[in-house]
């Protein structure tokens, strides 16, 4: 018998992602420096309840994908004097992420 995902993941490891720009007041659980930032996928962390509408007793129980994802220091903060090679990894709810916009170059 064949299982029918309802909610597949947007995202598999390996892709880039655009962490979004928004600006909602409260408190939610993306750092304002990681707004904008583009990050690679490193691993797929399972569903869970969403903190952001548990915070405010506002969930029904629905899930949403959660990700692992990475980006250099220096990306993050420009003027980083440590190593090249230095990341950060951080785990960021789906609604948080949009794909990579290709230049119409690369289409």
Same mark, same amino acid.
């Given at each position: 018998?064949?299982?029918?995902?309802?909610n597949?993941?947007?995202? #598999?490891? *390996? +892709?880039?992602?655009l962490v979004?720009q928004?600006?909602?007041?409260?408190h939610? %659980?993306?750092?304002?420096?990681? %707004?904008?930032?583009?990050?690679?996928? /490193? %691993? %797929?962390?399972?569903?869970?309840?969403? $903190?952001?509408?548990?915070?405010?007793?506002?969930?029904? *129980? +629905?899930? /949403?994908?959660?990700?692992?994802v990475?980006?250099?220091?220096?990306?993050?903060? $420009? #003027?980083?004097? *440590?190593?090249?090679? +230095?990341?950060?990894?951080?785990?960021?709810?789906? $609604?948080?992420?949009?794909?990579?916009?290709?230049?119409?170059?690369?289409?």
């Open positions: 018998m064949e299982t029918i995902e309802h597949p993941a947007k995202f #598999a490891v *390996g +892709d880039e992602a979004a928004k600006f909602p007041i409260g939610y %659980r993306v750092p304002m420096y990681m %707004r904008g930032k583009k990050v690679r996928i /490193l %691993r %797929r962390l399972g569903k869970y309840i969403n $903190p952001e509408t548990e915070a405010f007793g506002k969930n029904a *129980g +629905d899930k /949403l994908w959660c990700y692992l990475t980006i250099t220091q220096i990306e993050l903060w $420009p #003027a980083y004097q *440590g190593k090249a090679i +230095d990341k950060l990894e951080i785990e960021i709810f789906e $609604p948080w992420l949009e794909p990579v916009k290709l230049s119409t170059n690369e289409q």
